[in-house]
């Protein structure tokens, strides 16, 4: 519902900006590598690494899952702190999760109708066109991984100690390890030796095994970036950061948390790196290394943001960040719709060529006077500026959505 929503309280009489600032840097950057003007020319730091490795583009889902538990440890302890039973706790949790999962459900499945051919009839009513939809919908994405990631995170973390905690990440992170390399796989033997394909390893027969080849990612047909096995380590992304949380809400003198952050993020990121040498860091895949790799560097960057921002009071860059970070949802669901509407459901008649609306926009206006690399950036950015304007409209009259 709409409501008030300013920076993250973490002390009495604190207030943290940097951390709106951070999440509103990883929603900003999703926007700018989600809508390219083609996909045929794009600067390759906005790719994602085509199976192991990593490129700057791979570190923004992770970055916003840890900054999700980062803020959720805050959110619950000032409600603990207000005097909330943990009843009602428990009932947020479950419904903010339960919410999030649905609005990516309703992403993935709009427009709610295949637009396209019916295999199998020739003219489709309305109906089958609905159905086939639902048929063929996919389940789990990028919203539905975050409203997983955060409810378990916060539910496993919700009253267990900072030991059981960390027993918890090790179970998450050494078991995902032992069960990709070690176990088994029919035809193929030990999952060790199908770390390298795209199709035979562990996580990609039971993303087809549970989901079915008809409901995963559309972009493979064999696995799903978000099934359900890669998504455990992704849960502990979140538990992390809610470490990271623990730190931050823990009283001491500012400049000594930015300190603990900083040297954590940096063993961290070593750590995931070295791990990476047996388990490779993949994103697709979301290997143990690249968990840890990525929250490290999750944890350094949050560290500069809060020496730069709160520390040392240099906030005159901040405002366009703030306002993506304190508006996520909005940003996310309605920059996806306004993406599907645009690429593939909306069409134009352009020099006698039926094309979608995003090609003829990109054609007419940037393609012509530009290399096509630049041209397709700065599309992207056209876009994502679109979308900062509609949130500072949200921002200027106080609206911000909450689930």
């Given at each position: 519902m709409p409501s008030r929503a300013p920076a993250h309280a973490v002390a009495a009489g604190e207030r943290l900006l940097a951390l709106d600032v951070f999440r509103g840097a990883t929603i900003a950057a999703m926007l700018v590598v989600n809508n390219p003007g083609t996909w045929g020319a794009v600067y390759p730091p906005l790719l994602h690494a085509e199976w192991h490795g990593w490129t700057p583009t791979d570190l923004i889902f992770p970055f916003f899952l840890f900054i999700v538990g980062v803020t959720t440890h805050l959110s619950l302890a000032a409600r603990r702190a207000r005097g909330d039973a943990d009843g009602q706790l428990v009932r947020q949790i479950l419904r903010r999760g339960g919410l999030i999962f649905l609005w990516g459900f309703v992403l993935s499945a709009f427009p709610f109708f295949t637009t396209g051919a019916v295999p199998g009839l020739a003219d489709p009513s309305f109906l089958d066109r609905i159905a086939y939809r639902f048929e063929h919908v996919r389940y789990l994405g990028v919203l539905q991984r975050i409203g997983i990631a955060y409810a378990a995170a916060a539910l496993l973390t919700f009253?267990?100690?900072?030991?059981?905690?960390?027993?918890?990440?090790?179970?998450?992170?050494?078991?995902?390890?032992?069960?990709?390399?070690?176990?088994?796989?029919?035809?193929?033997?030990?999952?060790?030796?199908?770390?390298?394909?795209?199709?035979?390893?562990?996580?990609?027969?039971?993303?087809?095994?549970?989901?079915?080849?008809?409901?995963?990612?559309?972009?493979?047909?064999?696995?799903?970036?978000?099934?359900?096995?890669?998504?455990?380590?992704?849960?502990?992304?979140?538990?992390?950061?809610?470490?990271?949380?623990?730190?931050?809400?823990?009283?001491?003198?500012?400049?000594?948390?930015?300190?603990?952050?900083?040297?954590?993020?940096?063993?961290?990121?070593?750590?995931?790196a070295a791990w990476g040498w047996s388990f490779p860091i993949n994103k697709n895949l979301w290997t143990s290394s690249y968990t840890l790799f990525t929250a490290g560097a999750a944890a350094a960057a949050i560290a500069a943001c809060l020496w730069i921002i709160d520390r040392m009071q240099v906030r005159w860059w901040t405002r366009p960040l703030e306002v993506f970070g304190v508006n996520p949802l909005v940003a996310f669901v309605g920059s996806g719709l306004m993406a599907r509407l645009i690429y593939s459901l909306v069409f134009v008649t352009l020099h006698g060529e039926r094309m979608s609306l995003e090609a003829a926009v990109y054609g007419t206006l940037f393609a012509p006077w530009l290399e096509p690399r630049d041209a397709s950036l700065l599309f992207a950015l056209a876009f994502t500026g679109f979308w900062l304007v509609v949130l500072w409209v949200l921002y200027r009259r106080r609206i911000f959505l909450r689930v």
């Open positions: 009253r267990t100690t900072l030991k059981q905690q960390v027993a918890i990440l090790a179970v998450l992170l050494f078991g995902y390890w032992f069960a990709m390399t070690l176990l088994p796989i029919p035809g193929h033997g030990l999952g060790a030796l199908q770390l390298d394909s795209h199709s035979d390893n562990l996580a990609a027969h039971l993303d087809r095994w549970i989901l079915g080849l008809d409901h995963i990612w559309a972009g493979s047909r064999t696995f799903d970036p978000e099934g359900p096995l890669s998504t455990l380590p992704a849960v502990a992304t979140a538990m992390l950061g809610v470490l990271a949380g623990r730190w931050l809400g823990s009283g001491k003198p500012l400049g000594e948390r930015i300190e603990g952050l900083f040297a954590a993020g940096f063993v961290a990121t070593a750590l995931g």
